[in-house]
């Protein structure tokens, strides 16, 4: 999938996978690859004409001779970047979403390099950080802050925003009160999987995060091909599950288990945090 110019990791088939308070991974839900490809392929072959294909965005192209009821997917929305209310606003590739107790939704607005704030209530859109089209890695208030592919946002029960901002290799943190960006973990432009505190740690394509009830921040870090925990409160990253540079889909107790792209996570009231294992 191209974004941007760039080129982010193929997702396909993969599995379901959960991880208990005790670390022990499991899968979850499962459908083997090559069964998903047969099936996807299956259906395709039945539904598309020999020559009809899809483009860029994924429009189906009508084939010469196609019947006229066929159904055509087309590319929905507009892009850009544009602050407003309701269908006035616009975005470009958003992923990651998250609310909070406010009536707010955040969104990782990955093309634009910006988050975006939408007050539920009114649909008012506004750029909380970011500068749209202007990629980096600084701190700062607002529109000074940059960012490089951010994709997966969460809330805390503070008052913070944290952000997986992809290319950068870094996690990031916003205070909502006052749009104050900083980096928690990770240094901008080193990717690796060291544990360490705060930027003594790095990641390698971070894509998705998810916060608990006891101050913790997960992370999967996806080309690492692990599950990664942050001490909110002290910085201090560990490997959860995985184990950087092994790929698989064994399950096991931490770095006994394996993934293979592990892109979206997320975290139930008793401490199961649940993977989505893409490759």
Do not use: W
């Amino acid at each position: 999938v191209g974004q941007g110019g760039r080129t982010a990791p193929l997702q396909r088939g993969g599995l379901a996978r959960k991880i208990t308070p005790a670390q022990v991974t499991a899968q979850h839900a499962q459908r083997q690859r090559g069964q998903a490809c047969a099936e996807r392929d299956a259906g395709d072959a039945a539904q598309q004409p020999e020559h009809a294909g899809l483009d860029q965005y994924q429009q189906q192209t009508l084939a010469p001779g196609q019947p006229e009821h066929t159904e055509q997917r087309e590319l929905l929305g507009t892009l850009g970047h544009a602050d407003g209310t309701g269908a006035a606003a616009s975005f470009n590739i958003p992923i990651g979403l998250a609310t909070d107790s406010a009536g707010n939704l955040y969104v990782a607005d990955s093309d634009n390099h910006t988050i975006r704030k939408i007050v539920l209530s009114t649909g008012v859109v506004t750029t909380l950080a970011g500068e749209v089209g202007m990629v980096g890695s600084a701190d700062g208030t607002g529109a000074a802050a940059r960012f490089d592919l951010p994709q997966g946002v969460a809330t805390d029960n503070a008052g913070n925003l944290y952000v997986a901002d992809t290319l950068n290799n870094t996690i990031r943190k916003i205070v909502l009160s006052t749009g104050v960006v900083t980096t928690l973990a990770g240094t901008a432009g080193t990717s690796g999987s060291a544990d360490g505190t705060g930027a003594a740690a790095n990641f390698n394509y971070p894509t998705s995060v998810a916060t608990d009830n006891a101050g913790n921040l997960y992370v999967a870090d996806t080309l690492n091909g692990t599950i990664r925990k942050i001490v909110l409160s002290t910085g201090v990253v560990t490997t959860l599950a995985g184990s950087a540079g092994t790929t698989g889909h064994a399950d096991g107790i931490g770095a006994a288990a394996s993934f293979e792209s592990p892109y979206g996570i997320a975290i139930d009231d008793v401490g199961s945090l649940y993977v989505a294992d893409t490759g």
